[in-house]
């Protein structure tokens, strides 16, 4: 299969090379253009940052793009995810961008020769979540070992939590997680909020992610807010040159206040900018075959 899946099965050194052409496009360093080719974009849970930041990538790259709306298509009538995915390729598709609730479903897919490229899988992985997340704490630090970073909130149910940790944990990077037990699976050493607060380079808020939620949070949302939300109280008490990230959607006043959204060490919207350039770059690498990944 071609594509990007999962970052499990690259190179550290790929993904380096991945986040360097993404600053050389952010850079204007690069103006790659693929005229004449035409990608989709086929969402069945609902994004805003991802399709559109990948729609906005193509379009920087000169390709045309196709939009699709899951309610509104064959699904409805019992097509299955590999048959609206074959006929995309058959409508001579040069790749497709897929985000799907069911962990791994690209290995329904494996008969399928266009590129993938994984725009979420269940709370398995979110691969250019990552690369961007990667991208950004590169360009705030210029280097990966050493840096500590805690990964607060649902970490259960967080494709991001889990992608990210593994890869950060290959670069170098000491990991951990905090928040409510019933969110903790163990994934990573746990540090109590002001441990987080004191000790790391990088503060990653995750967001409560109630549509998943099996069973009803033990809390309320003041409760959350109280004893796990990024406060301008617990700002403060961060180290001086520390980040505030977030994959975003946020839930303002739940696991981050209002007024610490776009404080000045809050990095959530240059991740948004730097998704675009990184989705530039993964779809360029996989259409001039420098990138064959799974
Ligand atoms: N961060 C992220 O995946 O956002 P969307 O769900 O809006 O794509």
Redesign the pocket.
């Known amino acids: 299969m071609r594509g990007l899946f999962t970052l499990q099965t690259l190179s550290t050194q790929k993904i380096q090379e991945i986040i360097d052409l993404a600053l050389a496009f952010k850079g204007g360093k690069s103006s790659k253009k693929y005229p004449g080719k035409k990608m989709a974009t086929l969402f069945f849970?609902?994004?805003?940052?991802?399709?559109y930041?990948f729609q906005t990538a193509m379009i920087n790259l000169g390709i045309s793009v196709i939009g699709f709306n899951a309610s509104a298509s064959s699904v409805n009538k019992g097509e299955t995810l590999y048959d609206t995915v074959r006929t995309f390729e058959s409508l001579g598709m040069d790749g497709v961008v897929i985000?799907h609730s069911k962990d791994d479903y690209y290995k329904e897919l494996e008969n399928i020769k266009m590129p993938i490229f994984n725009?979420?899988d269940g709370a398995a992985n979110?691969p250019t979540?990552s690369l961007l997340d990667l991208m950004t704490i590169y360009e705030e630090y210029g280097h990966f070992a050493g840096l500590k970073v805690c990964m607060i909130g649902d970490i259960s149910h967080s494709r991001?939590a889990h992608g990210d940790l593994e890869i950060m944990k290959r670069l170098g990077m000491e990991v951990y997680i905090s928040g409510p037990s019933e969110f903790n699976d163990g994934c990573a050493p746990y540090l109590t909020m002001d441990e987080a607060i004191e000790k790391c380079d990088v503060i990653m808020l995750l967001r409560v992610q109630f549509e998943r939620h099996q069973e009803k949070m033990k809390m309320t949302v003041s409760e959350y807010h109280k004893l796990y939300g990024l406060t301008e109280e617990r700002v403060n008490k961060m180290k001086k040159n520390a980040i505030i990230m977030h994959?975003?959607?946020i839930n303002r006043g739940v696991e981050i206040a209002d007024s610490v959204a776009e404080c000045e060490k809050s990095r959530i919207y240059k991740q948004m900018t730097n998704?675009v350039f990184v989705r530039m770059a993964v779809i360029s690498m996989v259409l001039d075959g420098n990138l064959w990944f799974y």
Do not use: C, K, L, W
Request: proline letters at 11%.
């Open positions: 849970e609902n994004s805003t940052r991802t399709q930041s985000r725009g979420g979110h979540q991001v994959p975003a959607p998704g």
